[in-house]
């Protein structure tokens, strides 16, 4: 029967468009969990039809259109797609049939997006066959069914933490075999164009990318290109050290000329952050290691790329164990006109039995949009538990077979962040640390004290210490969805900050500050969005996110955060906001609350009613009639 001719009621759809914007929302939200569910089918029945027509064959069919290629052949003909989008679609089917079966189920149940399933395929491929496979599935699928919404790079990150954790041998093997084919080309395009690429290393990547994105940004607001051609522009120039101009014409512009050469040369140095642990440093360890290490300083790592080699002085501490150092400052030196990197003492609480220290290992430097030489600072320490699982062995091996947990792996590693690239292996975080050029900071002195929240002159202002910390908890902006990586956002002050009543607004603390890219940060600041985020009372340390748009609709902010991956961030404790005094009276307003005021008072009214309706029903939110979109 056609679908327009199937009813709508029958299929629990809406039977007219004439809806109030909730409807129109809520029918999206089930739609999208019908169309996972429908995806499911379609996985389901391509996997019968490789059931009944290739596993038959595929162990001794040698033929050049094989079996497996003749089923693919058969979908592509009926669904009227080419034999490549078949054959990926046979490739879902029966990785989530044989390798992933409890994602599959996310799917079916409408909590994963069918959109994610290929990232989550593709990136557990290497787990095939491995005795830990169901292991790495549970746990992907566990995650997937937490509250909370996903973007692809989130997804992304989760699978490579799963399976770089447990297959350190393989990780490195594959990564050395993919170095060794990295290449350069050239290709001939249409209407006399031509495309220039090379493969590289990740942090290469992100680095060429930086130093061609900071010259392409030397332009005025009348540049009449877009921002991919006068990257292209710039990417040019570099390599014919050719100088590079706005092409806007006006006789009064500062940026007619640019000597691509000085701006790399007085430009602040490239670097890399990447955020790692302790013992991803000194290597993998046995899986039935059991950590005894009480917490004590988490440390970081820097490794700078400069922009072109020149001679700095560095100083790195070799000593990435758990025990006690006192704080490093790195200064450059002035003469090659680089910018000293200023490291703030951080300090993390104790943890309990079992858990070990982390050093957070950042390999690179914020930097200010605005400034032509900018200034370096390292991302925080943290604290990391050791993740540790035992296998028991039964006495009687045939007896209890069926009962005995999935084998873990010989040796678990450790894994890095790096920001706007991804999780990446421990043997690659080592290999980053082991670079000449590598700094690595330990931070803190293993004593509780708070770390500085504000920098002391500003109370809106966070400091250095806050600032990196956040953006490695949060990793990419916290509005569901998005992919931006927090290092190329905004701080924002959840509760707006009140600059004439500091104590009565938002305070500048680790609870009170969140990465925004700018589109959403406009969003909220300017838009009816109301977002709130508060400590999880379940989870000391952790954070409950939400936004509720205009209509009331509550979304619950992201599912995967730093917080997965190095759980010892939520062991950074910082110190209270210095106290403000209150006004002197005759600074009082004298005229009623302007629009902005009167908005963000209502902002903070419905945050405070989401907090009440939530405690009076012991819940987190979101309340039922406040469900999230499922992804």
């Not at 296998?391 to 009962?403: C, L, Y």
């Not at 450790?414 to 640390?433: E, Q, T, W």
């Amino acid at each position: 029967m056609p679908w327009p001719a199937r009813d709508p009621a029958a299929l629990g759809l809406p039977v007219s468009f004439d809806l109030p914007v909730g409807g129109h929302l809520d029918a999206l939200a089930d739609l999208a969990a019908g169309a996972g569910y429908l995806e499911w089918h379609r996985y389901r029945h391509a996997a019968a039809l490789h059931t009944d027509l290739v596993v038959p064959e595929e162990d001794r069919d040698e033929r050049a259109v094989d079996a497996y290629a003749q089923c693919a052949a058969r979908i592509a003909t009926a669904l009227s797609v080419s034999q490549y989008v078949a054959e990926r679609l046979l490739d879902n089917a029966v990785a989530l049939r044989d390798r992933l079966p409890r994602v599959f189920e996310c799917l079916r149940d409408g909590v994963v997006s069918p959109d994610f399933i290929r990232t989550i395929v593709s990136r557990t491929e290497l787990v095939h066959g491995r005795p830990y496979q169901e292991q790495v599935d549970a746990d992907i699928a566990a995650a997937l069914r937490k509250p909370g919404s996903w973007s692809t790079a989130r997804v992304r990150d989760l699978c490579d933490q799963m399976v770089y954790r447990r297959d350190p041998d393989a990780v490195r093997e594959r990564r050395e075999e993919a170095l060794k084919g990295r290449c350069f080309f050239t290709e001939a395009g249409l209407d006399g164009m031509g495309t220039v690429g090379a493969t590289m290393s990740a942090e290469r990547a992100a680095i060429v990318a930086r130093v061609v994105e900071r010259l392409a940004a030397q332009v005025c607001k009348h540049d009449s290109r877009s921002t991919g051609a006068r990257a292209s522009d710039a990417l040019f120039a570099l390599v014919k050290h050719a100088p590079f101009g706005c092409d806007c014409g006006r006789p009064e512009c500062a940026f007619t000329v640019v000597d691509a050469d000085e701006v790399a040369a007085t430009a602040a140095r490239i670097v890399i952050h990447v955020v790692t642990d302790t013992t991803t440093l000194t290597g993998p360890v046995p899986a039935t290691t059991t950590a005894t290490t009480t917490a004590a300083n988490a440390t970081e790592a820097a490794t700078e790329s400069a922009a072109q080699p020149t001679a700095r002085a560095q100083t790195r501490d070799a000593d990435t164990t758990a025990a006690a150092a006192e704080p490093v400052t790195v200064d450059t030196d002035a003469a090659v006109d680089e910018t000293a990197a200023v490291d703030e003492a951080a300090a993390v609480d104790e943890a309990a039995a079992n858990q070990i220290a982390i050093d957070e290992a950042v390999v690179g430097v914020f930097t200010a949009d605005d400034a032509p030489v900018e200034e370096a600072e390292a991302v925080e320490a943290e604290a990391d538990e050791a993740e540790v699982e035992e296998t028991v062995a039964g006495e009687d091996a045939a007896a209890d077979a069926a009962a005995e947990p999935e084998p873990e792996p010989e040796m678990v590693d450790g894994v890095g962040f790096v920001a706007g690239l991804g999780i990446i292996s421990g043997a690659h975080v080592r290999d980053l640390a082991a670079d000449p050029e590598a700094v690595i900071r330990p931070l803190g002195d293993g004593t509780d004290t708070p770390l500085p929240a504000t920098q002391p002159a500003d109370p809106y202002r966070p400091s250095a210490a806050l600032d990196t910390y956040i953006r490695a908890r949060n990793r990419y902006c916290t509005w569901p969805g998005c992919n931006t990586p927090a290092w190329d956002g905004d701080l924002d002050h959840i509760t707006e900050y009140d600059h004439a009543h500091p104590e009565r607004g938002g305070q500048t603390s680790a609870t009170g500050l969140g990465a925004k890219c700018r589109f959403h940060h406009l969003l909220k600041t300017f838009g009816d969005f109301v977002d709130d985020q508060y400590d999880d009372p379940g989870h000391p340390g952790r954070i409950v996110r939400t936004v509720t748009i205009p209509e009331g609709r509550t979304v619950l902010g992201p599912a995967h955060t730093g917080f997965d991956t190095h759980p010892g961030l939520d062991m950074i404790v910082f110190g209270d906001p210095p106290a403000t005094r209150p006004p002197s009276p005759g600074t009082e307003p004298t005229r009623p609350a302007p629009r902005t005021e009167q908005k963000h008072a209502r902002r903070r009214q419905e945050r405070n009613r989401n907090r009440l309706r939530n405690n009076l029903n012991g819940i987190r939110p979101p309340e039922p009639d406040d469900a999230p979109p499922l992804f």
